[in-house]
């Protein structure tokens, strides 16, 4: 049997093909290939490089598993240190391990990197907390956002009574387990790091449309232990999603929603569908214009969502309405107000975020319309979501309603879409339903799946517009 040898150099994030017959390059070069999209072409390119010989540590398995069922013994030299002092950290003991996070946590500490996905509501920090603290070593937690940055950094103060380091929102302080925002570390370097990192960890690694920012960073840090964290790892690899792959390697751990549910550790989810009449149809053949027409600036469709928002705020939900354009969210805003409702807009521009969040906690403000917490902000409060964004992504569907799954006494988790008649919006809403129907299950309503079922075959397949 042909051997192939791999080497891993110390203080590196690249394996290195040191011994195989010529034909293995070639069919490495083909496996990690894949199609780059460039808007209206695509163009063919691979993780591997015929130069240096070389491809990102995070599909070491992958390669392996595909050299061994082509008959290939595979001989792995793994050079690199684990660096960095003792973190000695303390377990807050209010924060009892569930039985699903365990297993998480020592699958992670054997595999030693590899994606935990966990949904939303499921303790998914906790997880990576007790990670770095099982290991008792300095860690790197990257993420994407003001808020979470933010977030993580009180959770590492709770949690592992330690001072985390802040890098991002003009900070640039470390400690042994620092917080920091991807889009510093690529602006300044990361080479700008001082401290030894053992550890490696994005939270939200999901986010495909940072692909190229999430692989840069990632093969300039060379941390043995790399792990990702995300609520929705849709197991597709098209296009640049194996970039995802080849930074902290394949999802390693899985817990699905429904059994979540099923232990009570999540709401049951109750699922309703905005109906409307729109007076006048858009002939737009842009969808930028053909967004503005139908979902932002219309009047029958926006008052058919603030009415929902109010009857749920009147029976005592907490209710968030996901838009995507401030513009739309202002109008919703005011719409609710006039109804007698009050209502915030957050967004990323918002000066008083922090004050809105906490009104908003506190129960001082029922409806809360945003364009900013669709990824990993921490609000257990909420009870009701409602799409009144549109759009067609299922993991935001699903970062976005999973704000709302959690355990409320007497009360189902409210989850709201709205059907649009146009053809190209009608295939988005069941874009959205669909993605709803294979995260949750048995927990996907029945009668709302057969009014989807339904809906489809009374309108056939729409045209695709330009």
Known sequence: MPTVTLRIPDG????????????????????LSYKRDFGKWEKPESLYDPYEKTFPVGVLPRVKKFLNCKGYRVRVKDER????????????????MRRYQERAVKKALREKMGVLALPVGSGKTVVGLRIIHELDLPALIVVHTKELLYQWADKVREVLGVEPGIVGDNKWDEKDVTIAMIQTLLSRGADKLQNEYAILMFDECHRTSAAEKFYQLGLSLPQVYRFGLSAT???????????????????????????????KFLAKPRFEIITYESSMPSFSERYKELYE????NNDERNRAVAEKAAELARKGHRVLIDVRRIEHGRILRKM??????????????SSNRWEILEAFKNGEIPVLISTLLKEGVDIPEISAIILAGGGKSDIMTIQTIGRALRPKKGMKAVIVDVQDDDPLLFTHFIERQKALKQYYGKYYDREMDSKLEENITKKGRPRKRS
């Not at 849709?234 to 999802?251: L, M």
């Open 12 to 31: 590196s994030a690249l394996v290195r093909i040191e011994k195989a017959d010529p034909q293995v390059y070639f069919k490495i070069y083909e496996l």
């Open 293 to 296: 027409d139908m979902i932002m």
């Open 233 to 263: 790892p849709w197991r597709r690899i098209r296009g640049e999603e194996i970039k995802i792959e080849a930074v902290v390697g394949p999802t390693i751990f899985e817990v699905r929603a429904e059994d979540l549910i099923k232990e």
């Open 336 to 349: 609710l107000g006039e109804m007698g409702v009050k209502a915030e807009f957050l967004s990323s521009k």
């Open 81 to 96: 240190q684990v660096r960095g002092a003792k973190l000695n950290s303390t377990w807050n003991e209010n924060y009892s």
